[in-house]
């Protein structure tokens, strides 16, 4: 039953890879364009030039007189609204398709001329709505200068649709895009409004701040958090969408409760699917899962100087440069646990370990780019990463390494390598997508602390690879409630984790390793295939419907 006409969603990812959210809404686009075929608009931020155009984006206008056919463009609905729109403040759009499965439309929009007239929309939102942006600093400009300029994109589409509007929903994702909802809602009230906190900024602080979430829940009282953490524009504005909204949501049960007690309001729960599309079939599985093996193990053979085995065990986390929050240290404890356990006992296997989180990188090494090149098996001097990091930055996860003695002696029977870049297929050293890097690997770990909903797992079980995650990931909470706790049956082994049990963690992580030591070819294949079955039953087709629950009872509102 089609419930809207038009629905726009508004992200800071549209176009624009950065985290979770880009998966979230480019996964989730090809369902909604197989039911609402180019009735749904996604809005993003224009931050690209001529010289760095944006690989995820195919403009509708052609790019230059004489452009090849690749770059004439291609055809949208809104093509006529971009040729003749005469957007406020000098704004500057342009209208395309996502280059993701389903080829959504997509319009970007340059937000800088918004800027020198932020303080006359904080003062309206102040008057409105009580947000306080009197003491924002760092991103919190950027995204409200998007926001509504995204919000401005979407007054002036619905002006030009006119009569032929009927139904409209806007969709906000994460405090980043608060301003443009709450403009929706005051300019444009025949507008059913959602707002979807994918984690909340004051819980993701408590938790940096090393602050113990879960067990002091309900003690914590948002607004008094956002001034001890000094999150208090960021908080208010978020707290100000949520409440506004006609529909407010959240991705888990876990985070549902956090908003409830922090933002002060009950979501509806919308789990985040996944795209089975993206995942090779068959032989052309089987042929990245090979290219994979042979990159990451010849990357770390130059690095290390050890000729390591077909049977290797590869395993790996990855994610965003937080430690305790993703579980990276947790993660460390565990490898170094097992190194010590496969010293004493002795193992016919080694163990290759990666650890796949970007950081704040100067480029690729120039000596372990010769090394490949040449060939060189004698290794380099500094084994235990792939890329250099700006001089000057203690990054934490090479400092925890250091701390550990992972050196990548050849007599150890596990290593260690950090990669701390963006895998996107063209990174100087391993120079394959993130998703084919996966395909390579036999187990990944994500021992996460605060995690909404885990989409790393999820990706991980949709190309067929066993995976560890938390009693505190909404991914590990779903498995438990769907599926049950047996990894057997899922591929998916749910560690529980609380504020108090971190050693418990380790050893658990570590117990996980050494089980898939001694898994034979067999079993291991038994696990795949749970592992698939289980991403299967997370997939789009299935989770959309409480998206559109959600729009259904916005709608209802109006």
Same mark, same amino acid.
Request: proline letters at 5%; charged letters at 20%.
């Given at each position: 039953? /089609?419930?809207?006409?038009?629905?726009?969603?508004?992200?800071?990812?549209?176009?624009?890879?950065?985290?979770?959210?880009?998966?979230?809404?480019?996964?989730?686009?090809?369902?909604?364009?197989? &039911?609402?075929?180019?009735?749904?608009?996604? /809005?993003?931020?224009?931050?690209?030039?001529?010289?760095?155009?944006?690989?995820?984006?195919?403009?509708?206008?052609?790019?230059?007189?004489?452009?090849?056919?690749?770059?004439?463009?291609?055809?949208?609905?809104?093509?006529?609204?971009?040729?003749?729109?005469?957007?406020?403040?000098?704004?500057?759009?342009?209208?395309?398709?996502?280059?993701?499965?389903?080829?959504?439309?997509?319009?970007?929009?340059?937000?800088?001329?918004?800027?020198?007239?932020?303080?006359?929309?904080?003062?309206?939102?102040?008057?409105?709505?009580?947000?306080?942006?009197?003491?924002?600093?760092?991103?919190?400009?950027?995204?409200?200068?998007?926001?509504?300029?995204?919000?401005?994109?979407?007054?002036?589409?619905?002006?030009?649709?006119?009569?032929?509007?009927?139904?409209?929903?806007?969709?906000?994702?994460?405090?980043?895009?608060?301003?443009?909802?709450?403009?929706?809602?005051?300019?444009?009230?025949?507008?059913?409004?959602?707002?979807?906190?994918?984690?909340?900024?004051?819980?993701?602080?408590?938790?940096? !701040?090393?602050?113990?979430?879960?067990?002091?829940?309900?003690?914590?009282?948002?607004?008094?958090?956002?001034?001890?953490?000094?999150?208090?524009?960021?908080?208010?504005?978020?707290?100000?969408?949520?409440?506004?909204?006609?529909?407010?949501?959240?991705?888990?049960?876990?985070?549902?409760?956090?908003?409830?007690?922090?933002?002060?309001?009950?979501?509806?729960?919308?789990? !985040?699917?996944?795209?089975?599309?993206?995942?090779?079939?068959?032989?052309?599985?089987?042929?990245?899962?090979?290219?994979?093996?042979?990159?990451?193990?010849? @990357?770390?053979?130059? %690095?290390?100087?050890?000729?390591?085995?077909?049977?290797?065990?590869?395993?790996?986390?990855?994610?965003?440069?937080? @430690?305790?929050?993703?579980?990276?240290?947790?993660? %460390?404890?565990?490898?170094? @646990?097992?190194?010590?356990?496969?010293?004493?006992?002795?193992?016919?296997?080694?163990?290759?370990?990666?650890?796949?989180?970007?950081?704040?990188?100067?480029?690729?090494?120039?000596?372990?780019?010769?090394?490949?090149?040449?060939?060189?098996?004698?290794?380099?001097?500094?084994?235990?990463?792939?890329?250099?990091?700006?001089?000057?930055?203690?990054?934490?996860?090479?400092?925890?390494?250091?701390?550990?003695?992972?050196?990548?002696?050849?007599?150890?029977?596990?290593?260690? @390598?950090?990669?701390?870049?963006? =895998?996107?297929?063209?990174?100087?050293?391993?120079?394959?997508?993130?998703?084919?890097? &996966?395909?390579?690997?036999?187990?990944?770990?994500?021992?996460?602390?605060?995690?909404?909903?885990?989409?790393?797992?999820?990706?991980?079980?949709?190309?067929?690879?066993?995976?560890?995650?938390?009693? &505190?990931?909404?991914?590990?909470?779903?498995?438990?409630?769907?599926?049950?706790?047996?990894?057997?049956?899922?591929?998916?082994?749910?560690?529980?984790?609380?504020?108090?049990?971190?050693?418990?963690?380790?050893?658990?992580?570590?117990?996980?390793?050494?089980?898939?030591?001694?898994?034979?070819?067999?079993?291991?294949?038994?696990?795949?295939?749970?592992?698939?079955?289980?991403?299967?039953?997370?997939?789009?087709?299935?989770?959309? !419907?409480?998206? =559109?629950?959600?729009?259904?009872?916005?709608?209802?509102?109006?």
């Amino acid at each position: 039953m /089609i419930m809207f006409d038009y629905l726009f969603e508004t992200s800071w990812e549209v176009c624009n890879r950065v985290g979770g959210i880009y998966t979230v809404l480019s996964t989730k686009s090809q369902t909604l364009q197989k &039911l609402y075929k180019d009735r749904v608009f996604f /809005i993003g931020p224009d931050l690209w030039t001529a010289d760095n155009e944006s690989p995820f984006f195919q403009c509708s206008m052609p790019v230059a007189q004489g452009a090849s056919d690749k770059k004439k463009g291609v055809k949208t609905p809104l093509d006529d609204w971009a040729a003749q729109v005469v957007m406020p403040f000098g704004l500057a759009v342009r209208v395309g398709r996502w280059n993701v499965p389903g080829q959504p439309i997509a319009v970007l929009v340059d937000f800088n001329p918004l800027y020198e007239h932020k303080n006359e929309l904080y003062a309206e939102m102040w008057d409105r709505f009580g947000v306080d942006s009197l003491h924002a600093y760092g991103d919190y400009d950027e995204g409200c200068a998007f926001a509504w300029a995204a919000a401005l994109v979407i007054e002036s589409i619905v002006a030009w649709l006119g009569e032929r509007a009927g139904r409209l929903v806007a969709h906000f994702d994460e405090w980043t895009t608060g301003m443009g909802l709450l403009y929706v809602k005051s300019h444009l009230p025949q507008v059913a409004t959602v707002f979807t906190t994918h984690a909340t900024s004051i819980g993701r602080s408590i938790c940096g !701040n090393g602050k113990p979430l879960y067990d002091y829940m309900t003690g914590y009282n948002g607004d008094q958090m956002s001034w001890e953490l000094n999150m208090v524009s960021k908080h208010s504005l978020e707290k100000a969408a949520a409440h506004a909204a006609d529909a407010f949501t959240t991705v888990s049960e876990v985070t549902a409760r956090e908003c409830e007690q922090l933002l002060e309001r009950r979501p509806l729960v919308t789990p !985040n699917g996944f795209e089975g599309s993206f995942v090779p079939k068959g032989k052309a599985y089987d042929a990245k899962r090979q290219a994979a093996r042979e990159r990451l193990m010849a @990357v770390a053979r130059a %690095l290390s100087g050890v000729d390591y085995a077909p049977d290797t065990l590869l395993v790996a986390t990855s994610g965003r440069l937080e @430690v305790r929050n993703k579980g990276i240290d947790a993660y %460390l404890d565990a490898l170094n @646990v097992t190194r010590t356990a496969l010293e004493k006992r002795g193992s016919r296997r080694r163990v290759l370990a990666f650890v796949l989180v970007p950081s704040w990188t100067a480029g690729p090494r120039p000596d372990l780019r010769r090394a490949l090149a040449t060939r060189m098996t004698t290794g380099l001097p500094v084994a235990q990463y792939t890329h250099d990091l700006h001089p000057g930055f203690d990054d934490p996860i090479l400092a925890k390494m250091r701390a550990l003695g992972f050196d990548n002696n050849p007599n150890d029977p596990l290593h260690v @390598v950090y990669v701390p870049c963006y =895998l996107n297929g063209n990174d100087g050293v391993i120079d394959l997508p993130y998703y084919d890097v &996966l395909c390579g690997l036999d187990l990944t770990l994500f021992p996460s602390y605060y995690e909404p909903w885990g989409y790393t797992p999820l990706e991980s079980v949709a190309f067929g690879v066993p995976t560890v995650t938390t009693t &505190l990931s909404g991914f590990g909470q779903w498995v438990l409630h769907a599926i049950g706790s047996k990894p057997a049956d899922s591929g998916v082994s749910v560690i529980h984790r609380s504020d108090s049990n971190y050693h418990n963690t380790v050893h658990a992580l570590a117990v996980r390793i050494t089980e898939f030591l001694e898994q034979d070819d067999q079993r291991l294949a038994t696990l795949q295939r749970k592992a698939r079955a289980t991403a299967a039953k997370a997939s789009w087709k299935h989770f959309i !419907n409480h998206y =559109l629950e959600a729009y259904r009872q916005t709608l209802e509102e109006k």
